[in-house]
Protein backbone atom coordinates (compact mmCIF):
# COMPACT_ATOMS: atom_id res chain seq x y z
CA UNK A 1 0.00 0.00 0.00
CA UNK A 2 1.24 3.24 -1.36
CA UNK A 3 -0.75 5.46 0.84
CA UNK A 4 -1.92 7.49 -1.59
CA UNK A 5 -5.97 6.40 -2.16
CA UNK A 6 -8.07 7.32 -5.56
CA UNK A 7 -11.30 7.15 -6.24
CA UNK A 8 -13.69 5.63 -7.61
CA UNK A 9 -11.68 2.05 -8.80
CA UNK A 10 -13.66 1.67 -11.90
CA UNK A 11 -15.94 4.27 -14.10
CA UNK A 12 -17.62 3.17 -16.60
CA UNK A 13 -19.56 6.29 -18.67
CA UNK A 14 -20.75 7.51 -22.16
CA UNK A 15 -19.09 9.87 -24.84
CA UNK A 16 -20.18 13.69 -23.77
CA UNK A 17 -20.18 13.01 -20.30
CA UNK A 18 -18.50 14.39 -17.42
CA UNK A 19 -16.63 12.41 -14.60
CA UNK A 20 -14.65 13.86 -11.69
CA UNK A 21 -11.65 11.55 -10.22
CA UNK A 22 -10.46 11.72 -6.78
CA UNK A 23 -6.73 11.53 -5.08
CA UNK A 24 -5.61 11.48 -1.35
CA UNK A 25 -1.99 11.91 -1.24
CA UNK A 26 0.13 10.28 1.40
CA UNK A 27 -0.04 12.33 4.84
CA UNK A 28 2.52 15.16 4.47
CA UNK A 29 3.37 15.03 0.77
CA UNK A 30 2.69 18.59 -0.82
CA UNK A 31 3.22 17.11 -4.37
CA UNK A 32 0.38 15.78 -6.19
CA UNK A 33 0.58 14.43 -9.72
CA UNK A 34 -1.95 12.90 -12.32
CA UNK A 35 -0.74 10.63 -15.00
CA UNK A 36 -3.23 8.81 -17.79
CA UNK A 37 -2.39 5.12 -19.06
CA UNK A 38 -3.91 4.19 -22.09
CA UNK A 39 -2.35 1.29 -24.63
CA UNK A 40 -1.50 3.57 -27.61
CA UNK A 41 0.23 6.88 -25.52
CA UNK A 42 1.43 4.46 -22.51
CA UNK A 43 2.20 6.38 -18.97
CA UNK A 44 1.54 10.35 -19.61
CA UNK A 45 2.32 12.92 -17.31
CA UNK A 46 -1.24 15.00 -17.13
CA UNK A 47 -0.21 18.05 -14.39
CA UNK A 48 1.18 18.68 -11.53
CA UNK A 49 -0.45 20.79 -8.52
CA UNK A 50 2.09 21.95 -5.26
CA UNK A 51 0.31 23.00 -2.03
CA UNK A 52 -2.46 24.07 -3.97
CA UNK A 53 -1.11 25.53 -7.14
CA UNK A 54 -0.57 24.53 -10.64
CA UNK A 55 2.58 23.38 -10.53
CA UNK A 56 3.43 21.66 -14.23
CA UNK A 57 1.68 21.39 -16.89
CA UNK A 58 2.16 17.92 -18.82
CA UNK A 59 0.25 16.18 -22.12
CA UNK A 60 -3.19 17.69 -20.73
CA UNK A 61 -6.49 18.26 -23.15
CA UNK A 62 -8.14 21.42 -22.80
CA UNK A 63 -10.78 19.24 -22.19
CA UNK A 64 -9.38 18.02 -18.83
CA UNK A 65 -8.92 20.37 -15.49
CA UNK A 66 -7.90 19.63 -12.29
CA UNK A 67 -7.33 21.18 -8.65
CA UNK A 68 -5.55 20.98 -5.37
CA UNK A 69 -8.29 21.71 -2.22
CA UNK A 70 -6.76 22.69 1.45
CA UNK A 71 -6.41 19.89 2.59
CA UNK A 72 -4.44 18.94 -0.31
CA UNK A 73 -6.80 16.22 -1.83
CA UNK A 74 -6.85 16.69 -5.61
CA UNK A 75 -9.47 16.03 -8.50
CA UNK A 76 -9.45 15.48 -12.28
CA UNK A 77 -11.97 16.86 -14.11
CA UNK A 78 -12.84 15.14 -17.71
CA UNK A 79 -15.32 16.44 -19.98
CA UNK A 80 -17.00 15.86 -23.05
CA UNK A 81 -15.82 12.09 -22.82
CA UNK A 82 -14.52 10.54 -25.89
CA UNK A 83 -14.11 7.14 -26.65
CA UNK A 84 -10.17 7.74 -26.51
CA UNK A 85 -10.36 8.75 -23.34
CA UNK A 86 -10.46 5.94 -22.08
CA UNK A 87 -7.73 4.53 -19.85
CA UNK A 88 -5.97 3.91 -16.37
CA UNK A 89 -5.63 7.31 -14.24
CA UNK A 90 -3.18 7.32 -11.44
CA UNK A 91 -2.50 9.92 -9.34
CA UNK A 92 1.00 9.81 -7.28
CA UNK A 93 2.20 12.17 -4.78
CA UNK A 94 5.88 13.07 -3.50
CA UNK A 95 7.21 14.84 -0.36
CA UNK A 96 9.54 17.37 -1.93
CA UNK A 97 9.06 19.48 -4.78
CA UNK A 98 12.22 18.84 -7.40
CA UNK A 99 13.80 15.30 -6.66
CA UNK A 100 11.36 13.47 -4.61
CA UNK A 101 10.30 9.95 -5.17
CA UNK A 102 6.98 9.23 -6.23
CA UNK A 103 4.28 6.71 -4.99
CA UNK A 104 1.42 5.81 -7.08
CA UNK A 105 -2.20 4.89 -6.00
CA UNK A 106 -4.17 2.16 -7.55
CA UNK A 107 -5.38 4.22 -9.86
CA UNK A 108 -9.02 4.41 -11.70
CA UNK A 109 -9.90 2.61 -14.64
CA UNK A 110 -12.17 5.02 -16.77
CA UNK A 111 -14.61 3.37 -19.57
CA UNK A 112 -16.17 5.62 -22.38
CA UNK A 113 -18.71 3.31 -24.03
CA UNK B 1 11.98 16.71 -23.03
CA UNK B 2 14.27 13.88 -21.90
CA UNK B 3 13.60 10.14 -23.87
CA UNK B 4 13.35 6.87 -21.90
CA UNK B 5 14.12 3.73 -23.68
CA UNK B 6 13.85 0.29 -22.18
CA UNK B 7 14.63 -2.95 -23.32
CA UNK B 8 13.84 -5.95 -24.26
CA UNK B 9 10.25 -4.97 -25.00
CA UNK B 10 9.23 -8.73 -23.73
CA UNK B 11 11.02 -11.05 -21.72
CA UNK B 12 9.74 -14.94 -21.48
CA UNK B 13 11.84 -16.76 -18.38
CA UNK B 14 11.68 -19.98 -16.49
CA UNK B 15 10.88 -19.65 -13.02
CA UNK B 16 14.31 -19.56 -11.37
CA UNK B 17 15.90 -17.85 -14.04
CA UNK B 18 18.07 -14.75 -13.82
CA UNK B 19 17.38 -11.50 -15.99
CA UNK B 20 18.51 -7.87 -16.34
CA UNK B 21 16.20 -5.58 -17.79
CA UNK B 22 17.62 -2.17 -19.04
CA UNK B 23 16.93 1.64 -19.00
CA UNK B 24 18.47 4.24 -20.95
CA UNK B 25 18.22 7.94 -21.21
CA UNK B 26 18.65 10.41 -23.14
CA UNK B 27 20.10 13.30 -20.83
CA UNK B 28 21.25 13.83 -17.25
CA UNK B 29 19.02 13.07 -14.42
CA UNK B 30 18.75 13.64 -10.64
CA UNK B 31 16.18 10.91 -10.32
CA UNK B 32 15.20 7.47 -11.45
CA UNK B 33 12.34 4.87 -10.47
CA UNK B 34 11.77 1.54 -11.18
CA UNK B 35 8.17 0.32 -11.10
CA UNK B 36 6.61 -2.87 -11.31
CA UNK B 37 2.98 -2.93 -12.32
CA UNK B 38 0.73 -6.15 -11.84
CA UNK B 39 -1.81 -7.38 -13.42
CA UNK B 40 -4.37 -5.42 -11.58
CA UNK B 41 -3.01 -2.59 -12.88
CA UNK B 42 -1.15 -1.01 -9.97
CA UNK B 43 2.39 0.89 -10.14
CA UNK B 44 4.60 -0.72 -7.45
CA UNK B 45 7.81 1.41 -6.13
CA UNK B 46 10.76 -0.75 -6.97
CA UNK B 47 14.16 1.40 -6.66
CA UNK B 48 14.48 5.02 -6.22
CA UNK B 49 18.03 5.12 -7.79
CA UNK B 50 19.78 8.02 -8.92
CA UNK B 51 22.61 6.50 -9.23
CA UNK B 52 24.83 3.83 -7.44
CA UNK B 53 23.66 0.00 -6.70
CA UNK B 54 20.64 -0.69 -4.46
CA UNK B 55 19.43 -4.63 -3.36
CA UNK B 56 16.21 -5.40 -1.96
CA UNK B 57 15.78 -9.15 -1.14
CA UNK B 58 15.88 -11.00 -5.45
CA UNK B 59 15.55 -7.83 -6.78
CA UNK B 60 18.68 -5.33 -7.58
CA UNK B 61 19.14 -1.73 -9.50
CA UNK B 62 21.97 0.17 -10.83
CA UNK B 63 22.23 3.65 -12.06
CA UNK B 64 25.23 4.85 -14.30
CA UNK B 65 24.20 8.29 -14.16
CA UNK B 66 27.29 9.58 -16.31
CA UNK B 67 26.53 6.87 -19.18
CA UNK B 68 22.72 7.54 -18.74
CA UNK B 69 21.24 3.97 -18.71
CA UNK B 70 20.07 1.72 -15.32
CA UNK B 71 19.59 -1.75 -14.85
CA UNK B 72 17.32 -3.95 -12.90
CA UNK B 73 18.50 -7.43 -12.53
CA UNK B 74 16.00 -9.76 -10.88
CA UNK B 75 17.25 -13.12 -9.92
CA UNK B 76 15.80 -16.66 -9.06
CA UNK B 77 12.51 -14.75 -10.94
CA UNK B 78 9.38 -16.25 -9.42
CA UNK B 79 5.64 -16.79 -11.33
CA UNK B 80 4.61 -13.69 -8.79
CA UNK B 81 7.42 -11.41 -10.86
CA UNK B 82 5.25 -11.20 -13.83
CA UNK B 83 4.33 -8.03 -14.96
CA UNK B 84 5.56 -5.03 -16.53
CA UNK B 85 8.60 -3.13 -15.61
CA UNK B 86 8.79 0.49 -16.10
CA UNK B 87 11.81 2.70 -15.69
CA UNK B 88 10.75 6.53 -15.26
CA UNK B 89 13.01 9.85 -14.83
CA UNK B 90 11.95 13.34 -14.41
CA UNK B 91 13.08 16.30 -17.16
CA UNK B 92 15.08 19.31 -16.29
CA UNK B 93 11.41 21.14 -16.00
CA UNK B 94 10.39 19.32 -12.74
CA UNK B 95 9.51 16.29 -11.26
CA UNK B 96 6.72 14.95 -13.86
CA UNK B 97 8.43 11.51 -15.15
CA UNK B 98 8.67 10.21 -18.79
CA UNK B 99 8.15 6.57 -18.20
CA UNK B 100 9.70 4.41 -20.96
CA UNK B 101 7.80 1.56 -22.59
CA UNK B 102 8.21 -0.69 -20.30
CA UNK B 103 9.62 -4.24 -20.15
CA UNK B 104 6.75 -7.57 -20.08
CA UNK B 105 8.02 -10.26 -18.22
CA UNK B 106 5.97 -13.44 -17.78
CA UNK B 107 7.42 -16.19 -15.63
CA UNK B 108 6.28 -19.59 -16.53
CA UNK B 109 6.37 -22.29 -14.13
Known amino acids: DSGVTQTPKHLITATGQRVTLRCSPRSGDLSVYWYQQSLDQGLQFLIQ???????AKGNILERFSAQQFPDLHSELNLSSLELGDSALYFC????????????FGPGTRLTVT | GIQVEQSPPDLILQEGANSTLRCNFS?????LQWFHQNPWGQLINLFY???GTKQNGRLSATTVATERYSLLYISSSQTTDSGVYFCAAPGNAGNMLTFGGGTRLMVKP
Open chain 1, 49 to 55: YYNGEER
Open chain 2, 49 to 51: IPS
Open chain 1, 92 to 103: ASSAQGAMGEQY
Open chain 2, 27 to 31: DSVNN
